[in-house]
């Protein structure tokens, strides 16, 4: 933990609404380059929110607060810029795209981020070479990658996709938006490996789950309970156990007795 | 022009249309709103006629071209047969009244009065147009292996490749020059599949059609190229009709390309053409069209009138027909590929995508005639409405009580993008023999503003989002297309489409 060093994301009393509704009220979180942050919390607490104002979903608008990522602003870039910058999130419902395949879309945003850092495209050959070892790290059939993005796919194979699109792509930054919800055991150790490649100095993730299981696999440097639209618990790993054994019940009372802001 | 974007008096149970809000999304609305890259008018000297419709209109032409009697009593036929009809009102389009007395209908480059040899003899400034369209002529006939039988206004310009097609016995080349070089292939087949009282439009390209293109390909032969010919309307205010008969005696094949842009005026263009294909036992015709005609400006000013009919007949046992079209041009579209599986085991195919932005307006589809045992037939057809466009399939299924054992599969998929546009789905059903087997399927969606985020998630811009959607919503058609226009047509549905979502 490089703590001298300037933190990858700072989000600052980030408030934000969804469909009229105030959902983000004044959160803080900052990650360090190679620090895994877990964030828990019971359903409708923000987590998915989080994730949206991040990547800069236009169904999220926010209202007050900042976001710091590498330094810079990142509020005001488009969801493309800040994907390009390294910032990626593993979506908690994958979309179906019909008719492009895998590797189109692979491809495609592999060659527009490096393209963004002033590299040269990818051919097909070097491509194809890449994702193929990419996708046996996860255990993924190649047949996977000519199939269109998602359609058809069942629930897990979805989740095991995102993680194919991370491993390709290299993220600076990762999100994983309830990654191990429909995930088996298996599956799930397979998706933790893949996140478990990736992980090194200078890369960061934000994990965010409703469960404890998960993090048995993905170890986090620390834990985050969200809660009516707040952190309201930080803390080393073993929180998660602790949230596990008492539920989130205790932290609602907890946010009930504390002084709101 | 003016076009409806309001809703229909009648709208049918299978219409699917889009009045529900999408949150606006700017960058997409820029898309949409792309001028149309293509627009240049080409200044050539033209032998025209003035505008107006009679019989001496169609005696001038059938004289100017030098045709024999019983042409011009086909021509005289047709046109007193049209003066009795009535022009069609069924099709879901709107359109000012057409006055056919206003129209010039014939018109010719001058500089071509004796035919060129060669390309060296061809107006250098036609040349210059085709380079503004990005197909140098020569050497896209030389590298792509393409014979390009170049249509401009109304009389072929140039022929390339006619010397090893001549080889192996193919005739592929102007009409005209088929009338007089091969008359009596030209009588026997001519309007055999579009008789001239077919329609109202048929009936019109019959009495006044200008030229067009004829290919014959000889029994067991392979044509070893793709042929081509590009369509261009240039001449103001001259109707364009066209004129292609394609015969593939037994067992040969042909791939043919029909491919258009058109310079961008304002008043609106009629075009009228027909083609006519025959496969007799064991033949097979592909017939591939990428067209991109002005489809009128952002306010519905301007753009073709395009009126087809296009009609193959399956005459021969195992023989097949295809269509595979991409229209993305014109201002309205009224055109049903269609086929006549007369032959017995003979296979009917039509995968068609149609795009209609801003005011654009099209009603198409095909109509699969099976009459011959184990006849099969499938149709693919994508259609993409975007700004206020209306786009219509209309499609028939007719299975006679000759017609055991056949069967059809038909799937029409619709994509909406934007609050302001229509998708309507009329398939006409006929089944007179219990053996038939058919198979519909039909779906409305709405290009997904979650689609374009994941993509943007992923690094792809906003039009490039789109256009991947796009494609991947059309690939079942556009990989039935030779290669080259298979490019060409995604690159045509990337600038006619851009966008609308919002």
């Known amino acids: 933990m490089t703590n001298e060093k300037t933190p990858l994301l700072q989000v600052q009393g980030i408030h934000a609404s969804a469909g009229g509704k105030s959902i983000l009220k004044g959160l803080d ?25 991040l990547t800069g979903h236009q169904d999220v608008e926010v209202t007050g607060g900042e976001v710091l990522y590498k330094g810079q602003p990142l509020l005001d870039l488009a969801p493309e810029e800040r994907a390009r910058e390294g910032l990626f999130l593993a979506f908690q419902y994958p979309v179906e795209i019909p008719g492009v395949t895998n590797n189109t879309l692979l491809r495609e945003g592999l060659n527009a981020m490096r393209v963004h850092r002033g590299e040269e495209e990818l051919d097909a050959i070097d491509f194809l070479k890449i994702v193929k070892r990419k996708a046996d790290l996860l255990e993924m059939d190649h047949m996977m990658l000519g199939r269109a993005v ?14 194919l699109q991370m491993l390709v792509l290299e993220p600076t930054l990762a999100i994983l938006d309830e990654t191990d919800s429909g ?35 993905i170890v ?14 930080s803390g080393p790993k073993e929180l998660a156990h602790e949230l596990e054994a008492k539920g989130y019940a205790w932290i609602d009372e907890a946010v009930a007795g504390a002084p709101q802001s | 022009m003016s076009t409806r974007s309001d809703a229909p008096d009648l709208e049918p149970a299978s219409t699917a249309r889009v009045s529900d809000r999408v949150a606006r999304n700017p960058e997409i609305d820029d898309l949409t709103r792309k001028d149309y890259e293509w627009g240049f008018v080409t200044d050539i000297e033209q032998d025209s006629l003035p505008p107006g419709l009679s019989e001496d209109t169609v005696r001038f032409i059938s004289a100017k071209k030098q045709e024999p009697e019983w042409l011009l009593e086909w021509r005289l036929k047709a046109y007193r047969h049209w003066c009795t009809m009535k022009e069609p009102t069924w099709a879901l389009v709107h359109y000012p009244a057409i006055d056919y007395q206003s129209i010039s209908y014939y018109a010719a480059p001058k500089s071509n009065k004796d035919g060129p040899k060669s390309l060296d003899e061809v107006d250098p400034e036609l040349l210059a147009t085709y380079e503004k369209l990005g197909i140098p002529l020569a050497e896209r006939a030389a590298l792509a292996g393409v014979a390009v039988d170049a249509v401009f206004d109304s009389v ?8 090893k097609l001549g080889e192996l016995g193919i005739i592929f080349c102007s009409f005209s020059e088929a009338v007089r070089e091969h008359p009596e ?24 059609f200008s030229d067009g293109s004829f290919v014959y390909i000889p029994k067991g032969v392979r044509c070893p190229m793709e042929l081509s010919t590009y369509f261009r309307i240039n001449a103001a205010n001259t109707g364009q009709f066209e004129r292609t008969l394609i015969v593939a005696d037994e067992g040969s094949h042909v791939s043919y390309l029909e491919g258009c842009t058109a310079p961008m005026r304002d008043e609106n ?16 015709i592909k017939y591939s069209t990428v067209q991109n005609w002005y489809p009128g400006d952002k306010n519905g000013v301007g753009g073709i009138y395009n009126f087809v009919t296009k009609r193959g007949a399956c005459r021969g046992r195992r023989s097949k027909i295809s269509w595979t079209q991409v229209e993305t041009g014109s201002a309205i579209t009224w055109k049903y590929p269609s086929c006549i599986l007369q032959g017995d085991d003979s296979v009917g195919e039509f995968y068609s995508v149609a795009l209609t932005n801003h005011h654009q307006q099209a009603d198409t589809g095909t109509k699969m005639i099976h009459i011959g045992k184990n006849t099969r037939s499938t149709i693919i057809s994508k259609g993409i409405s975007a700004g206020r466009g209306q786009n219509t399939y209309r499609g028939q299924v007719k299975m006679l009580a000759s017609a055991h054992n056949a069967r059809n599969y038909s799937q029409c998929d619709s994509l909406l993008m934007g609050d302001a546009c229509g998708a309507h789905t009329f398939p006409y059903i006929e089944v007179r023999n219990p053996s038939a087997h058919l198979e519909h399927e039909a779906s409305t969606s709405k290009i997904g503003e979650d689609q374009i985020f994941y993509l943007n998630q992923r690094g792809l811009g906003t039009e490039d989002a789109v256009n991947l959607i796009v494609n991947g919503f059309c690939k079942e058609v556009f990989r039935e297309l030779p290669m080259e226009f298979a490019v060409e047509a995604q690159k045509l549905l990337a600038v006619s489409l851009e966008g609308a979502v919002g």
């Open chain 1, 220 to 233: 986090p440097d620390f834990v985050h309970v969200l809660a009516n639209g707040r952190i309201v618990k």
């Open chain 1, 183 to 217: 995930l088996d055991i298996d599956a799930l150790k397979v998706v933790a490996q893949g996140v478990n490649a990736l992980r090194a100095s200078q890369r960061s993730f934000v994990v965010i789950t409703h469960y404890q299981r998960l993090l048995d696999y």
């Open chain 1, 150 to 163: 998602n359609h058809g796919f069942s629930g897990g194979e979805k989740k095991r996709n995102e993680i």
């Open chain 1, 29 to 53: 979180l900052v990650v360090n380059p190679g620090e895994v942050h877990a964030i828990m919390g019971p359903n409708g607490s923000g987590k998915s929110t989080l994730a949206r104002v």
């Open chain 2, 156 to 163: 072929s310009v140039a022929t390339t490749f006619k010397g």
């Open chain 2, 269 to 284: 263009q009629l075009h009228a053409a027909v083609v006519e294909l025959v496969a007799l036992d064991d033949a097979q």
């Open chain 2, 185 to 208: 292939l030209v009588r026997k087949y001519l309007g055999s599949v579009v008789p001239q009282k077919d329609n109202f439009f048929a009936a019109l390209n019959c009495a006044v």
